[in-house]
């Protein structure tokens, strides 16, 4: 994130006032894929990926990417 110039307010943000939720499951790798679009706190338009994945030991990673729309 701090590469792209986002930080997690804008995260927790565009998670709170999202204007339109997208499921795309399954992703390439068979895994839930959700993404979030809307705009961060300065007007920003910007995405957040979410992937899920469970592991064979039952637990979950879960992988975000949030970038400039």
Known sequence: MDQR?????DLLHLVDTCSQ???ESPDRFGREKWVLCGL????????????LEQSEDGDWAVFITIYEE
């Open 5 to 9: 110039g986002f930080f997690w307010a």
């Open 21 to 23: 939720l997208r499921d």
């Open 40 to 51: 961060a706190p300065d007007n920003l338009s910007i995405e957040i990926v979410c992937t």
